[in-house]
């Protein structure tokens, strides 16, 4: 089984799958993680590509390292924009059920860096 091809597809989430959100929040249920992803990406617009990946098909699990492209501000925070550069900025764990389905999301924020690598 190709398990990474099942992180982030939201047509191979559980039906009951549960997200755990960096913040603490607990979603439940595929119609509510959609609209979790679909207003917080909307909100950010980050442009992300994988990093690293990790995979143990004996547990059914996939890690994935996050980065996105975002720039360090005046005020010292980061945020996503387009003409910044790649930093990891979260780990995403999968874990897929015996039908294939991504069952349990979690979600890590990396550290961040306190200033932009140059």
Same mark, same amino acid.
Request: glycine content about 6%; charged content about 25%; some cysteine.
């Given at each position: 089984?190709?398990?990474?091809?099942?992180?982030?597809?939201?047509?191979?989430?559980?039906?009951?799958?549960?997200?755990?959100?960096?913040?603490?929040?607990?979603?439940?249920?595929?119609?509510?993680?959609?609209?979790?992803?679909?207003?917080?990406?909307?909100?950010?617009?980050?442009?992300?590509?994988?990093?690293?990946?990790?995979?143990?098909?004996?547990? %059914?699990?996939?890690?994935?390292?996050? /980065?996105? #492209? !975002?720039? *360090?501000? +005046?005020?010292?925070?980061?945020?996503?924009?387009?003409?910044?550069?790649?930093?990891?900025?979260?780990?995403?764990?999968?874990?897929? %059920?015996?039908?294939?389905?991504?069952? /349990?999301? #979690? !979600?890590? *924020?990396? +550290?961040?860096?306190?200033?932009?690598?140059?």
């Amino acid at each position: 089984m190709k398990l990474h091809r099942h992180c982030h597809k939201s047509k191979r989430r559980a039906d009951d799958a549960v997200f755990y959100a960096p913040n603490g929040a607990v979603i439940r249920g595929k119609p509510a993680i959609g609209q979790f992803y679909n207003k917080f990406l909307k909100s950010i617009t980050p442009i992300n590509r994988i990093g690293r990946i990790s995979l143990d098909r004996q547990s %059914n699990v996939c890690a994935l390292e996050i /980065e996105t #492209r !975002v720039i *360090l501000t +005046p005020e010292g925070k980061w945020k996503p924009d387009p003409s910044g550069d790649f930093q990891r900025t979260v780990v995403d764990l999968f874990t897929v %059920n015996t039908q294939g389905k991504v069952q /349990e999301m #979690r !979600v890590y *924020l990396a +550290p961040m860096p306190l200033k932009a690598d140059k």
